[in-house]
């Protein structure tokens, strides 16, 4: 399985931006996928995940300005990202939620940087 995180980039604080996460290979079916993020301190945190039935989580700091979902094709995971705040800069990697490993892994990932 191959992983390609994009959609990142510079962006002013209020902006938005959507992160798209691909996998192939082995026809891949996205099921419990997270998004994650490594910041300038090298902790790689949760910020959203969801279920192959839909069912979503985010972190206290995200919600109702993020939206995860899942593309049609079922190979895809989107991170909607809305009024962003310069603390959520950080680099964005997605991973099966049951991996060990999260952060710089699966993907190279997606940097985002938003300037206050």
């Known amino acids: 399985v191959q992983v390609a995180e994009s959609g990142g980039g510079s962006v002013q604080a209020g902006g938005s931006l959507r992160l798209s996460c691909t996998f192939s290979?082995?026809?891949?079916?996205?099921?419990?996928v997270g998004w994650y993020r490594q910041g300038p301190g090298v902790k790689c945190d949760v910020i959203s995940y969801i279920s192959g039935t839909g069912v979503s989580y985010y972190v206290d700091s995200v919600k109702g300005r993020f939206t995860i979902s899942i593309g049609s094709a079922r190979n895809t995971v989107y991170l909607q990202m809305n009024s962003v705040q310069p603390d959520d800069t950080g680099r964005y990697y997605c991973?099966?939620?049951?991996?060990?490993?999260?952060?710089?892994?699966w993907g190279r990932g997606t940097q985002v940087t938003v300037a206050s």
């Open positions: 991973a099966p939620v049951v991996s060990s490993r999260k952060c710089d892994y």
């Open positions: 290979g082995f026809g891949f079916h996205v099921s419990d």
